[in-house]
DNA sequence: AGCAAGTGCTTCGGATTCGAAGCAACTGCG
DNA sequence: CGCAGTTGCTTCGAATCCGAAGCACTTGCT
């Protein structure tokens, strides 16, 4: 199982931990924000932004947990509380009896209008008032061809039930 | 409140979405390895890694939880774990009779080596792979920025007691 | 058509998380 | 010196999170 992978250098290492405490520190400081100005945890405003976005206003259940990279027991327990908020509503999908279709309601959009301005804020103070245009534009780049590669693995939904094919890391 | 903030760009937004989503999915690739690898969590390996980074194989908890953006009262719920695993011990800090210091153990050092080539090949096929040299490079260096410019605001053991200044964003 | 495997979501139980409150030691200023 | 305010950590209670197991529908294969 140890097969030598080649220990990363410095850059790397300063990439990484760059990449995990960044995030870290921008998300404490975005949910302070998000739980002040609207009472909304960071994966509730992550719903919520998903859904908005969406031209229909509404998306399934799995597709949403992969979307913000979350268990889908998870994203129930998360879906029944912003329901009883009245923030978004779920219903069976027309398609498929199986699956549940979440839409956004008016008063959802209202609430996420009015943490939006705040929450610009928090990401101008702290993320970008470091940063300039190139950087801003490289960063966005980069992250986004990490995140494409990341989202070939399977996503989460498909991991756990069977492991019919080979399993893990591999290349003969 | 509502101070007319900008409005993000689009490439602003990429950059956005893109950092919280690639980190997202590389913690979650991450912890899967780790948690198979030697039964840790994400933030467990971080605590062991942080300390086994030190010069003395120490450090007082604030320190740690400052480090690894955590709460302290969560700090303490870990560190009693990985006691009770014998991988790091706490003890009272000579100059400060509050003060408690964790030190890694011999027994911490060989669950974090025993990790460690895994993780380090997740990285690689996860993140490293997708991107150049250069990328790496533009990467850490932006990355390090932002954070650096990110931990000049007080941290997490700062903020909750008293607000006997003004409250936010300001300069005299 | 009919059954076995697969997929979508929820429930369940337990682990982890956080902030607020509490306790103890430290500090500075009268 | 002595006490009010701070600071370091833990305890407490409640919220959130996850994986495993369960249930219901769908699909593929014969």
Redesign the pocket.
Known sequence: MTSTPSPLDATQLGAYFALIEASSLLK?AV??QLREAGDL???QFQLLATLGDSPTGSR????L?DGVV????????????LEKRGLVT?SQ?SD??????VTITDGGRAVLAEVFPGHVAVLDDLLFAALSRADIETLADVLARARDHMRQTPP??AQ???R?RTTAANQP
């Open positions: 404490h949910e302070q945890s960071y994966v399934r259940m799995t597709d947990a979350y268990s889908r027991s998870g994203l129930t327990y998360q879906a029944q509380t779920r999908s498929d009896e199986r699956g549940v279709t989460r939904s756990p039930r069977r019919k």
